[in-house]
């Protein structure tokens, strides 16, 4: 063709006029096929916070699925799910992290590392997360010279060919190796620093306490009821009680005073980057439920009944 220009038709006859369909097809499907793969993850991660709510309300109902029913409708779905969820995202951090290593998802692996260090309660303190990241580093240095021997040359090979991955075309696949050596270096530290929710004491007690402040309720007739108010309608007022996990319903004219307290006496424990100096910490100022229980209903006329 004049200009040097050749068309190439589309009957072209060492590609049938199927194949160039085909690829044609093919070309243009391509966004379906990934809002199809999207939409699957959409809805399998829908599904997943569901039954971790789910679970969550059964913990926090003590496993009665009356209460658990009770709590959802007198609060309400959406607050009971987004409350039954929250509170775990601190607690599941650190391993949401180590996944995201393993997975090869460092940028999102590195915020939520740093998440997990400003937002999540450390089961230890960091001068003793320190000592054992030093106590680690003398269990592996004094050993036998053998030892050491192999250690070293181990580690010196693998160094050379990582250096020569990331020197070469194929750094994300070193980066991606770095990635997945991190993890699981970091596995014995994390287990550490941050224990398994269902293998701690605190965190298993942050698994059961309720999303709402604990309150102590006195009621008209002199008696005091330590739990959890779920709704307040100017005419009902609903209380999940802490010690027995039963909901009961009270008429606003029955409940002469209500307190926010706390039901454990110690202080949150700091995470491991607190955003505020060390010492300007100090004590909590909201009293401890069992304090505030004992206490006797003082009239207005500030005499005792």
Known sequence: MAGGQTLVS?????RSLGGAWHAYRGGYGLPGRWGRSAGFVLIALLVGLLLVSIIRLLIVAGYNPATALAIASSGGYADTLLGAIIPLVPLFAPYLALALLFFNRVILAILTILATALMTPVATTR???????????????????LAVIVMAVLGLAFVFLLTLVLVGPGFVTGVRTVATVACIALIPLVATIYPFP??????T???KQPWLPAQVITLV????????????????????????RTVHYYRSAQ???????QIRPAPPRPPL????????????STPVCATVASARLVS???RAR
């Open 10 to 14: 589309h009957t072209d006859p060492g």
């Open 127 to 145: 001068a003793a997360a320190l000592h054992l990241a030093r106590a680690d580093w003398q269990s592996v240095t004094h050993r036998g010279l």
């Open 198 to 203: 269902l293998s701690n004491q605190f965190y």
């Open 205 to 207: 007690g942050v698994l």
């Open 221 to 244: 007739s002199g008696q005091k009821v330590t739990g959890y108010v779920l709704s307040d309608n100017g005419t009902w007022v609903v209380v999940l009680d802490d010690p027995t």
């Open 255 to 261: 409940v002469a005073a209500r307190q926010i307290c």
């Open 273 to 284: 980057i607190p955003l505020y100096p060390g010492h300007l910490t100090s004590p909590a």
């Open 300 to 302: 207005a006329g500030g």
